[in-house]
Structures are given as C-alpha cells and as structure tokens.
C-alpha cells in the first residue's frame, strides 16, 4: 500500500502498511498502544514510551496548527512541474507532526505561523497509480471519506 505514496520506502512489509489504506479512503489515523496508551502519528508500529509492538489505529481529526512553511521555487526532480509550491508542518490537535501542501482553499497572502488549519487526505486521480497524501486547507474544510476501511 505505501506504493500509493510513490518512491517512498524500499521495504515491501512494514506492520503500519494499512495507513495508506485508512489515508485513500478519506481517513487520517495515528497509532494507539494498547500497552500504555501512547499516541503517535505517523502511526509507529513499535510504541515510542514502552516499546510494545501492541497497538490500534486512532482516527485523528485533522485539525492543526501551522508551525512553519516555505515556498518552493527550486523543485526537486519530479516535481518541477508544479512549483513554485507552498508546503508547511504542522501540529496536530491530538497529537503529531506532518508536513503537507497548501491546497486550493488558502492563498499565500493568508498563511501565518500560528494559523489553525485542516489536515485534508488527498489522491491524484489523474494519475494512472494512486497517490495518496494531505493537503492544507482552512477550518472546516470536508472531505469525503469512504465506508470501508483497509
């Protein structure tokens, strides 16, 4: 599943892999242990605290905080046909940190570290393999999400 992603990880396995399926149906999931109670996003298949490979997904809201961003002019290959582009990280409300696109929802003029904004799963429909990922859109910002899960 993490093909969705495109050249990103060189193992075949990982125990997280269902993640990119939870992302194409429309849901945002972080990892739960069942040990301790820890949470994680990215979702961490072995807990950060106790080290316990016992845990669950977690659906997150996709509420967020900005907390840096940068504008890309120089795009890496693969990507010059789309800059310049603007990315940022974030802060998740429950707990974690992504780095994401700026979608269609927020022009460059409105972007304020600080800002409160909402993790949005994406797929590149116009491409022949799926491309899973997130983009950055303002409050309340919907989605649709999928019945079934991975």
Request: charged share 25%; with cysteine; glycine share 10%.
């Amino acid at each position: 599943m993490f093909k969705w992603f495109g050249k990103v990880n060189f193992v075949p396995y990982t125990k997280v892999s269902d993640f990119a399926g939870y992302l194409k149906d429309g849901h945002l999931m972080g990892s739960r242990c069942k040990v301790c109670g820890s949470e994680s996003f990215p979702p961490r298949a072995d807990c950060s605290q106790c080290l316990s490979g016992n845990f669950e997904y977690t659906e997150y809201s996709g509420r967020a905080k900005l907390v840096s961003y940068t504008q890309i002019h120089a795009a890496p290959t693969g990507f010059e046909d789309v800059a310049p582009y603007t990315i940022g990280v974030v802060d998740l409300e429950e707990n974690g940190r992504l780095l994401a696109w700026f979608g269609d929802t927020i022009s460059d003029t409105e972007i304020r570290i600080g800002m409160e904004l909402q993790v949005v799963p994406r797929i590149f429909e116009e491409l022949q393999e799926i491309r899973v990922y997130y983009s950055l859109e303002k409050p309340g910002t919907t989605w649709s999400v999928a019945e079934s899960g991975p």
